[in-house]
């Protein structure tokens, strides 16, 4: 996370120098979508060395990983940073508190419905012995969370 806020904010710095007419929304925009890494490319270097399977390689795929799930908060930001700008709308903080309460909402009911439906949904699947079934349930479930989010 350090390595990820760091090179942001370089980027950010670097590019407020180079054009100093970029807003901040469009500098903190600017820093975190180049400071991310392309992980397919990263991953495909190590899979062609044979080091996935070592201590580097599981290491750089947590930071891959780690790079991929800090796009979510920077989409979920740019909307924000976006309407700050010109005054409309709620302001940033307010538009945090709504999502974090539509979030924890939304994992509150996905977390009460997998304990009520999703054990006798994949109990059933498993008693089919059906590796499609699975596969239907699995990507139902996927599509429900992704729908309710």
């Known amino acids: 996370s350090a390595q990820y806020i760091g090179t942001a904010l370089t980027i950010a710095v670097v590019a407020s120098i180079l054009v100093p007419s970029l807003s901040s929304a469009a500098l903190a925009v600017l820093g975190g979508g180049l400071a991310l890494s392309s992980s397919a490319f990263a991953l495909q ?4 060395s044979g080091q996935v399977g070592t201590r580097y390689g599981r290491a750089s795929f947590g930071v891959l ?9 920077l989409l979920v930001m740019l909307p924000l940073l976006g309407g700050g700008a010109g005054g409309s709308g709620p302001g940033l903080a307010a538009a945090l508190w709504q999502a974090l309460v539509k979030a924890t909402v939304a994992l509150g009911f996905i977390c009460l419905a997998g304990q009520v439906f999703m054990r006798r949904l994949f109990y059933w699947v498993k008693r089919s012995k059906s590796s499609e079934a699975f596969l239907a349930a699995t990507l139902g479930v996927v599509l429900l969370c992704s729908k309710i989010t």
Not at 65 to 73: R, T
């Open 45 to 48: 270097l190590l899979r062609d």
């Open 65 to 73: 990983l780690f790079q991929d799930l800090a796009v979510v908060p």
